[in-house]
């Protein structure tokens, strides 16, 4: 017998998959319509930003430089060497979202297979714990000030740094769902019937955990993306010229009192970006959550 | 002591020895010769012979490192590069203004946190709820060295109410110290308010929906009574949690906030090492970090079995 | 009578519409007696247990009258409940793991309802704790008075949440399902405990169970529930005896009564499932599982009329049983 039936997979008396009826619940709440729809926008614009931004982010124009906001051709005016805010933003989200998936994607690749063994195997739990202790001991700011003084301040190592500090969510989230799911019928099933650790582990409880790790990236990733913000406010990210928010701001710091708006845009872009994306994560986590299948 | 507790504490003294081999490989990890990076401005022949024999690094690994840990146990980190002041000193200097910062951070963040989350659970789908809930996304996903400039920008130099920077020892002047130093611990304080709120709220709901909740009203017992002593007691075990995990978060969070506001603080001495290369600070710094957050969450798990009867004292029936 | 339930409807409002828990429900209760409601679970007796003093959560709409004394408690004002609730009408409930508070002493939380009700010192509280955890016979209360509830067996803990219960000398005790997490000894101690408090200080009792064993054991008199409505009540000899109602008949031969050997008799299974609770106003609720229903039952609700001469013997059924002649 190959237990295909899984618990999620189930039918609900109205005949509808599970996926259905998340995908249903997320469509009639509002907030979740919403945020899709402006982090969508928001994604695209981030794409597209080498092709539709409005100026070059590296063409400076001394003669218009501390433009306000409105000036012609300038809808958010112009930094401290007259480039344009607006193009700089745009850029700059783009970046931010590379540095986010980046890092939640590091944290993922380490983290699910250490959740899932350290859930699965009682044996390795006690060595994954003791490691998830050492990494929490290193916040981000830390890990990413060590790696900057290895390997230098860039996009890349900013990403890194910011990963390794999301590994341990990971593991705590993807080891209890391990934990749970280990103690179903359909794994206990499989096991009697003699399937292999890994198949199992692959095959019925990886695809079970996937709305948590879902869920889990939609957490870590608003978190990931103000982490870069901060290194490269810092200097400990990616580096100017390159098109940063977190830069913008620090160099908008220096001149916060002549363009308040240079400081002002880029944060609340920052801003709207890990609000839609947590706004984004409440709905899905809500959508998911089993307690709302009844 | 219950067996938990000693569990807890052998955990945490392995991470702090692990904690210390990774910064020691850490410190090997830097590009180049030790020695040049830890000599600075002086590279004579003599001066890094000096360094090569002071740090041991002409002896095998594991002889160096038993040099390393003796010499951090005695508080010796070495002199700072760009200072030329012995790295302990500086930490000394700087280290009251960071715990300042954060524990009124920490203060401001429960206060806020915990009251906001008990408003929600209790008035659950009510404004109320909907009111807390939107200000604690708000400040999840407010980058808060940006609200840092605003605040500077549109409460300290427009209207004047808040120095925008510098520090004066809490010692020398009691009230210009709180003066500099609580518009930064707001500021510091509302993303892990954001984050204590939510769990807190999560956690009332929990408790609200339990059993002995029901029993506390069906006793006839206040509603004060039962949210504050029945709910809120057993939500804050969560609660106390969660201020331990969010520590690392914490501590990234000061980092910023002090260079924002100019605060001389454990952070701002961090970020100027960084772009000096100040190698004894940066290890110090990192070290020193580790060990803090280790020992404040074995503290959380004493202060945890102190809140939390079931482990404190062990089960005599059943 | 102490306590008057007439007519009493509860149904919860959810996303997917009203759903009817309790509809039209009459209960009597008397000083110093002990009634047994019996059902399946869902049928209702739980709700309507916990309708009395208010306790429902809010998405319950509640009518009819609950009157204690000959005070009406349904629609009264939540300050006015509080001093009913605990004083005047106290609860026990199920499951005495998760009903006492993890992190408060037992002490502590028999003391709270004493500070509430009554003006009592703090050492006058702690006085009056040991006394009543001596009364519901816990050894050496002294020393219980200051543990934590993991620290007592079940049985204890179910006696404490007794001792909580009786703290303020209630005029009503509802027990709701006391002894079901209990193992069989517990049990009959937590009976014990229950009859002696009737027998002291005259409290009435209401319990709540689906164990026809626990009525035999303890209760005066019996009401018996379906799927929200009650559909038969009398004396408990009376009740096991003659049972009027197809329901009661079939929940007697599916339980091991004393009198018959089990073994010999093969326990019988009443066919079908609880209906989902949704109004049928023209129908009698057992009707599709019933043996004897006809169109007269599907067309329109029994009331619940006293039958056969005895006045306290009352069934909602249209074609009641004709045990006695089998029997």
């Not at chain 1, 124009?61 to 005016?77: E, M, Q, V, Y």
């Not at chain 2, 804050?236 to 969010?246: A, D, E, F, K, S």
């Not at chain 3, 309802?113 to 050496?140: F, Y």
């Amino acid at each position: 017998m190959t237990v295909v039936s899984v618990p999620d997979a189930g039918t609900s008396p109205a005949g509808l998959t599970r996926r259905t009826r998340v995908l249903r619940r997320l469509r009639r709440n509002p907030l979740a319509v919403v945020s899709f729809t402006v982090l969508a926008i928001a994604v695209l614009i981030a794409v597209l930003a080498p092709w539709i931004a409005p100026y070059s982010v590296e063409q400076t124009d001394f003669t218009n430089i501390f433009s306000p906001p409105g000036t012609p051709g300038h809808l958010l005016g112009t930094d401290d060497l007259g480039r344009d805010v607006l193009s700089r933003i745009m850029l700059g989200a783009r970046a931010s979202l590379e540095v986010g998936f980046l890092a939640v994607l590091t944290s993922l690749v380490v983290g699910v297979p250490l959740g899932l063994a350290a859930g699965y195997f009682g044996k390795l739990d006690a060595v994954i714990g003791r490691f998830t202790d050492l990494l929490l001991a290193f916040p981000f700011l830390i890990l990413a000030v060590g790696l900057a003084a290895i390997r230098g301040a860039s996009l890349g190592n900013a990403a890194v740094a910011i990963g390794i500090a999301q590994i341990p969510g990971v593991i705590r989230v993807i080891r209890s769902d391990t934990l749970r799911l280990k103690s179903l019928d359909f794994v206990a099933a499989a096991v009697v019937d003699g399937a292999s650790d890994l198949w199992v582990l692959v095959r019925h409880i990886l695809p079970n955990a996937t709305s948590v790790i879902l869920v889990q990236a939609t957490v870590a990733l608003p978190a990931a993306i103000l982490a870069e913000a901060v290194l490269s406010f810092l200097g400990l990210g990616i580096q100017p010229p390159d098109p940063s928010l977190g830069t913008m701001l620090a160099t908008a710091q220096q001149f916060a009192t002549q363009a308040p708006w240079a400081a002002t845009f880029p944060g609340l872009a920052i801003m709207v970006l890990a609000l839609t994306f947590n706004v984004f994560g409440d709905a899905l986590r809500d959508a998911l959550d089993p307690k709302g299948d009844r | 002591m219950p067996r938990y507790l000693l569990t807890r504490a052998w955990h945490s003294a392995l991470t702090l020895v692990l904690a210390t081999i990774v910064v020691f490989l850490g410190i090997r990890a830097l590009p180049g010769d030790p020695a040049l990076s830890l000599a600075g401005e002086d590279r004579s022949p003599e001066a890094l012979a000096a360094i090569r024999a002071e740090y041991g690094l002409d002896q095998p690994m594991i002889v160096q490192f038993g040099r390393y840990v003796e010499r951090a146990l005695h508080g010796d980190f070495g002199t700072s590069i760009r200072t030329g002041l012995p790295v302990s000193d500086m930490i000394r200097t700087a280290l009251p203004v960071t715990i300042e910062l954060s524990a009124l951070a920490i203060l401001i963040a429960t206060v806020l946190g915990v009251g906001a989350g008990v408003v929600a659970a209790v008035r659950r789908g009510r404004p109320a709820e909907w009111v807390a809930n939107g200000l604690a996304l708000i400040g999840l996903s407010v980058p808060h060295f940006w609200l840092g400039l605003l605040a500077i920008l549109y409460l300290s130099v427009a209207t004047g109410l808040f120095p925008a920077s510098g520090f004066v020892p809490f010692t020398e002047d009691p009230i210009g110290n709180l003066h500099h130093i609580i518009l930064p611990a707001v500021i510091l304080g509302t993303g892990l308010a954001a984050i204590i709120m939510r769990q807190t709220r999560s956690a009332m709901l929990d408790s609200l929906s339990a059993d002995y909740v029901r029993t506390a009203k069906a006793k006839g017992l206040s509603p004060r009574a039962v949210i504050g002593r029945h709910a809120l007691r057993n939500s804050l075990i969560v609660v106390v949690t969660i201020v331990g995990l969010q520590l690392g978060g914490l501590i990234s969070g000061a980092v910023v906030t002090e260079s924002i506001f100019g605060l001389p603080g454990f952070g701002k001495m961090t970020i100027d090492a960084v772009f000096q290369r100040d190698y004894p600070v940066i290890q110090a710094v990192i070290l020193l970090t580790a060990t803090a957050y280790i020992v404040i969450n074995f503290l959380v798990d004493l202060l945890y079995s102190v809140i939390d009867p079931r482990i404190r004292v062990a089960g005599e029936a059943a | 009578m102490i306590l008057e339930v007439a007519d009493l409807t509860v149904s919860f409002v959810t996303e997917s519409g009203d759903v009817s828990a309790v509809d039209g429900v009459n209960l009597d209760l008397d000083a110093g007696e002990i009634v047994g409601v019996v059902g399946e679970s869902g049928c209702g007796k739980s709700v309507t247990a916990m309708s009395l003093a208010g306790l429902l959560p809010r998405s319950a709409r509640v009518s009819g009258s609950v009157r204690l004394r000959g005070t009406e408690l349904i629609g009264a004002r939540e300050p006015e409940l509080r001093r009913v609730r605990g004083k005047e009408i106290a609860y026990i409930f199920q499951e005495p793991m998760t009903s006492l508070n993890p992190v408060l002493t037992v002490g502590r939380q028999i003391g709270e309802v004493l500070q509430e009700h009554e003006r009592l010192s703090r050492k006058q509280v702690r006085q009056r704790a040991v006394e009543l955890l001596s009364l519901v016979g816990i050894p050496s209360p002294a020393n219980r008075v200051d543990n934590y509830p993991h620290q007592l067996s079940g049985g204890m803990r179910q006696r404490v949440m007794i001792a909580m219960a009786v703290a303020c000398n209630p005029t009503v005790l509802v027990a709701d399902e006391p002894t079901t997490a209990l193992d069989v000894t517990a049990q009959a101690g937590i009976l014990d405990v229950l009859r002696n408090l009737r027998d002291r200080l005259g409290t009435s009792v209401l319990i709540i169970t689906h164990d026809l064993g626990v009525i035999a054991d303890i209760a005066d008199r019996v009401v018996v529930m379906y799927a929200g409505r009650v559909v038969e009540q009398a004396p408990v000899v009376e009740l096991f005896a003659h049972p009027h109602h197809h329901y009661t008949d079939g929940l007697l031969k599916a339980s091991p009564t004393p009198g018959r050997h089990a073994g010999t008799d093969r326990l019988q299974e009443i066919p079908g499932l609880v209906p989902v609770l949704t109004r049928q106003p023209d129908a009698c609720t057992f009707a599709d599982r019933c043996p004897a229903a006809d169109q007269k039952c599907r067309g329109s609700a029994p009331p619940l009329t006293a039958s056969s001469g005895s006045q306290a013997h009352l069934a909602a059924c249209w074609h009641p049983t004709r045990q006695e002649a089998k029997r």
